[in-house]
């Protein structure tokens, strides 16, 4: 390592996440080397966060726990870290307070709440040992404020992002006022009856942390509904006409609703790569001319994939006209294997997926080509196969697979889609929008979209398309820079 450098200068712009733009492996000298995170996002945040801007994040494992220590209050490119142009500054957050934030409230209280994913009968259980995991999250989020307020140039901009840092813009506003803050919530939000599941305290807790705030953002006007919706039973908020600005105890922020799109050209470069030529050329193989239904997901509980693959299943058997001309093709990536209930649905989807190849596989037809793991290849060279995509969450604050998949596919896709992902609002009628707990009902949608001509899945795949690209990345970014620091009254 090189001697380390404290960080030098104040930033004027500063993003605040869980997750950072990087993670730290070795190369094959056994030296650690910073690995961008791959995706627009990243892209965009990236380009915004110019020679005065960092990024600040959590260490995520042992690893990264070391080298953020080692960093102290610099920047990992100041321990000898090549992180090119992008200034990253990693939180060594101790790892029980890491785990009880990030797994025991943030993935399995907040996630479960805005995605209404509990299972009421038994769960949540809000007792002691939950409380310890909420004093872990303040601990969390104070950390994250803590380190925005020694780096932050007097009058700088941050923008905070999504659930893991609810509480962190009402920390920022009582340290340093001077600030203009932004927060973007990347879920779904939950509406007043679910979110007042949470202890009272709690429940107030969030709202007014997102309330220190000058812009809270959303991906759709429904999840910034429910926020106000949850302000005003919550906390009692005086709300505007238009349901813009909220305040409450002497807060005020202004809510507003940004739709993430996709970079078709940095998607459609991507997916034009040799590496995933090959995927495609195998897939070919399999599935033959036959029409081809995609997915891609992660193993998270609220993406319903199991209830997919029943949809299929029950078109299989309703519509057998469909059996030999069609092919599911759906990856998925595991996710939160550390979490007991998602080790079992992963598994569960593992167990349908073989029940439906034993129902209907045929020697020269393989109904389901279902990869269980990581292969970003071949997620793109199924997107770019598709007829037809599946998308289905049971809620989604908006999912950018639904966008990527109508950019990809060659031929043009028909797209089924839940009407609780938040790309429903986005794309309207041009998507054939299903009830994600209405397996039959997800099954006739999947038969009108295998119906359809080809020239009829194409014209709607261009409308898709458009709407998609509407509001790019670096587009949709500034977008919220702009109005962070409009509304920032010092």
């Known amino acids: 390592m090189t001697n380390l ?67 102290g209050t610099g920047t990992l490119h100041g321990s000898g870290i090549d992180t090119g142009e992008l200034a990253v500054r990693m939180l060594a957050v101790d790892a029980q307070t890491f785990n009880r ?90 509406n007043p009856d679910y979110f007042a599941m949470l202890p009272d305290d709690v429940a107030a807790s969030i709202l007014t942390g997102l309330l220190g705030a000058d812009h809270v953002g959303f991906h759709g006007r429904r999840w910034a509904d429910s926020f106000v919706d949850c302000c005003v039973r919550v906390l009692g908020a005086e709300v505007d006409d238009a349901r813009t600005t909220v305040t409450a105890g002497g807060l005020t922020a202004r809510v507003g609703v940004h ?23 195998d897939l070919r193989e399999v599935i033959g001319d036959r029409l081809v239904i995609s997915r891609v997901d992660r193993t998270e509980l609220s993406k319903n994939i199991l209830r997919g693959l029943q949809s299929y299943r029950e078109l ?37 997926g073989h029940e439906i190849d034993d129902e209907f596989g045929t020697d020269d037809w393989t109904p389901l080509v279902l990869e269980v793991g990581h292969n970003y290849a071949g997620s793109l060279a199924a997107l770019r196969a598709s007829d037809v995509m599946l998308i289905n969450p049971v809620r989604d604050g908006m999912n950018l697979v639904a966008q990527e998949g109508c950019i990809l596919s060659e031929h043009g896709c028909a797209l089924v889609l839940s009407r609780e992902a938040g790309a429903a609002e986005l794309f309207g009628d041009d998507a054939l929008l299903a009830n994600p707990y209405d397996v039959s009902g997800t099954a006739t949608a999947l038969d009108e979209a295998l119906s359809m001509s080809a020239d009829a899945r194409r014209d709607r795949c261009g409308r898709l398309v458009s709407a998609a690209t509407a509001s790019p990345p670096a587009e949709w970014f500034a977008e919220q820079l702009s109005a962070v620091r409009r509304e920032h009254q010092p």
């Open 5 to 71: 450098k404290p960080m030098s200068t104040k930033r004027s712009l500063l993003v605040v996440s869980n997750r950072g733009p990087v993670s730290i492996d070795t190369d094959d000298s056994g030296s650690d080397v910073a690995r961008r995170g791959s995706g627009g996002l990243v892209s965009a945040l990236q380009s915004a966060l110019t020679d005065d801007g960092l990024w600040i994040c959590s260490a995520m494992g042992d690893r990264e726990r070391a080298i953020a220590r080692r960093c």
């Open 101 to 190: 934030a990030y797994n025991g409230i943030a993935n399995s209280t907040l996630w479960f709440v805005n995605h209404m994913l509990y299972d009421i009968p038994r769960s949540p259980v809000f007792d002691g040992g939950w409380r310890r995991q909420w004093g872990s999250y303040e601990r969390f989020n104070a950390l994250f404020a803590d380190a925005v307020t020694e780096s932050a140039a007097e009058g700088a901009t941050v923008m905070v992002q999504d659930y893991h840092l609810f509480l962190v813009p009402r920390m920022l506003r009582e340290r340093r006022p001077d600030l203009s803050i932004g927060h973007f919530t990347h879920t779904p939000w939950a």
């Open 259 to 281: 739709p993430l799109g996709s970079d078709a050209d940095a998607l459609r470069e991507r997916a034009s790569r040799a590496d995933v030529e090959r995927e495609l050329h």
């Open 316 to 352: 299989l058997r309703t519509r057998p006209k469909w059996r030999n001309r069609v092919v599911h093709v759906a990856f998925a990536y595991p996710s939160r294997h550390e979490l007991p209930e998602y080790r079992e649905y992963t598994a569960s989807i593992e167990r349908l």
